[in-house]
């Protein structure tokens, strides 16, 4: 009932006559409508936490029976979708509408700070150039390739014209593949880690690149586009990713050296005390580079690499698997109910209305040649590489994975989520004049409702063919990481091991990394480990067994 309905109401029961009666009953019925939206709200966080626990049990049973085919992803965005189907129309469907802001502080943070936390910290800085190149340059030539390219197919009539700017924000939002897509799947299929590093290290930082370019590219939509405002544009993104990383750092260094001066070590009682003081540090650094409209994706990324080599060895020896697992389990929480909520954003956003089919076709295509830049980085890299190097060369399996592994998800529909709340793009065909539209397609249809058609369905059918493929495709390639397998490591350079010795006396108590701290800690049992417990306990039931056997009736010892 509206607040208009109620005062209507109101001056029923009232008959008019008493003024404070009638204020009593319109605040009564006002109050009685916001109760039914907040109870419909609660009923919309119920049914989203019913597909997250129908994804869990789904995905294991898909694990469990070796169906890789279907990644969880997938099965989260469809249990997603079935919940937003099926609730109704007005407050609840509003609730589960994806929110820009939730997900970059809520939901993306707890995985990009475990998956560094965890990391195998040195494969990721073996592999920082090529990285580097990936997603920053590798980025940039895509967001205008990807651009590019829709563009020239609407002016050639082939698809739904959408204007220049507007093709250039899709190809800057559509360059950026998806972290925790990307964590979901190799994760669970176990790829080799210096793969890993290469692919979850790009898919990161081009995230801050992504929403950069996207930020200085809406910003185009009411400032003319000079020189000045390009040069400016590459200074604002150095200063994001750089002042974003120093405050990460920042954080984790501080992390380690309140750890060192409390020395809880020492105290094998303390556990819990140690993995809750370690909680604050991560999202302290998230919201002051927030804060500073600075990143806090790259802040809290950097945050967890630096806990990881320092901090963590000021942890005890159960605080440190304990912090593992708790990480591992929040961050497991987070990643699975992105997909749902990407999931009931389906029916709350108009992506099936009027939807330009031939747009996303174009827009896929597109997206897979922009993709190319891949094979023209490694084939850079591999000129000052030889097959005596470590690392070695990249190979041609590695270059397949990585563009086969481009996937798109969360990050890309948020962006294109906030682009379109802000109706950036309102002009309908790029603005082009009536007589020079052709086909139904630009009638009730905006640009920034074609981003956010084509970035969902992208993301979708990204997830879905080449999620559900990539097992496969690592498999025929052999790039899947065998039981226990570390990755080779050359000697480091002289000053890289000076500085390293002088930072690993200032914030703990150790003279040397353990052998295991480079290798990512999952807190979980190996092959070996595994064969070893059921051999274990396969000895004792068999003890058991005989123990009982040897007993007569009540428990009396036969001889």
């Not at 790259?298 to 990881?308: L, T």
């Not at 590695?398 to 529909?413: E, I, P």
């Not at 802000?422 to 981003?451: K, M, N, W, Y």
Request: aromatic share 12%; glycine share 8%; proline share 4%.
């Amino acid at each position: 009932m509206s607040v208009g309905m109620a005062a209507s109401a109101a001056g029923e029961f009232c008959d008019g006559h008493h003024a404070a009666c009638i204020d009593y009953a319109r605040r009564h019925l006002t109050e009685e409508h916001d109760h039914s939206a907040h109870a419909l709200t609660d009923f919309a966080i119920a049914a989203g936490l019913l597909a997250l626990l129908a994804t869990f049990i789904c995905g294991f049973i898909l694990e469990h029976n070796h169906i890789h085919w279907i990644p969880e992803a997938a099965v989260g965005i469809a249990f997603g979708a079935m919940v937003a189907y099926a609730s109704p129309e007005g407050p609840m469907m509003d609730a589960e509408r994806f929110d820009f802001a939730f997900f970059l502080t809520w939901l993306l943070p707890p995985v990009i700070f475990e998956a560094g936390f965890n990391m195998n910290v040195r494969a990721f800085f073996d592999s920082i150039v090529p990285t580097a190149m990936y997603a920053f340059i590798g980025t940039m030539l895509s967001t205008f390739l990807v651009g590019g390219l829709v563009w020239l197919a609407g002016q050639y009539g082939l698809c739904y014209p959408m204007g220049m700017l507007a093709s250039l924000t899709f190809g800057s939002l559509i360059s950026a593949t998806d972290p925790v897509t990307v964590l979901a799947v190799f994760q669970s299929i176990g790829v080799k880690v210096d793969l890993f590093s290469m692919v979850f290290g790009e898919s990161v930082l081009n995230d801050a690149v992504a929403i950069v370019l996207s930020k200085t590219l809406l910003s185009f939509t009411h400032e003319e586009v000079t020189p000045e405002a390009i040069g400016g544009a590459v200074l604002t993104f150095a200063k994001i990713f750089l002042g974003s990383m120093a405050i990460g750092i920042g954080f984790g260094m501080s992390s380690a050296i309140m750890f060192k001066a409390l020395h809880l070590k020492e105290h094998s009682h303390t556990p819990f005390l140690e993995v809750a003081l370690s909680f604050p540090w991560p999202w302290m650094a998230y919201f002051l580079a927030e804060a500073l409209s600075l990143s806090g994706i790259v802040a809290i990324m950097f945050a967890g690499i630096i806990m990881a080599i320092y901090t963590r060895l000021n942890f005890s020896e159960e605080a440190s698997k304990l912090a593992s697992q708790a990480y591992k389990c929040l961050a497991m929480v987070a990643e699975t109910f992105i997909f749902v909520y990407l999931g009931m954003s389906i029916p709350t956003f108009p992506i099936l209305e009027q939807t330009t089919f031939k747009l996303v076709g174009y827009a896929l295509i597109a997206c897979f040649l922009g993709r190319l830049h891949i094979y023209f980085f490694t084939w850079v890299i591999n000129r000052f590489r030889t097959p005596a190097s470590i690392p070695p060369p990249i190979s041609q399996a590695y270059n397949f994975v990585m563009w086969w592994s481009g996937l798109r998800g969360g990050v890309a529909f948020a962006i294109a989520a906030n682009v379109y709340g802000q109706h950036a793009f309102p002009q309908s065909c790029g603005g082009l004049p009536l007589e020079q539209r052709v086909g139904p397609a630009c009638e009730g249809h905006t640009d920034g409702e074609a981003i956010l058609q084509i970035t969902m369905l992208i993301a979708v059918f990204t997830i879905i063919v080449f999620g559900g493929s990539i097992t496969v495709v690592a498999n025929k390639l052999g790039v899947l990481a065998g039981p226990g397998e570390v990755a080779e490591h050359d000697e480091q350079h002289e000053l890289v091991v000076t500085s390293h010795r002088v930072l690993l006396n200032s914030l703990t108590r150790e003279n040397t990394f353990p052998k295991e701290e480079f290798q990512r800690n999952d807190a979980a049992l190996t092959e070996n480990n595994k064969v070893s417990f059921k051999r274990l306990s396969t000895a004792v039931l068999s003890g058991v067994r005989m123990s009982r056997g040897s007993r007569g009736p009540g428990g009396v010892e036969m001889h």
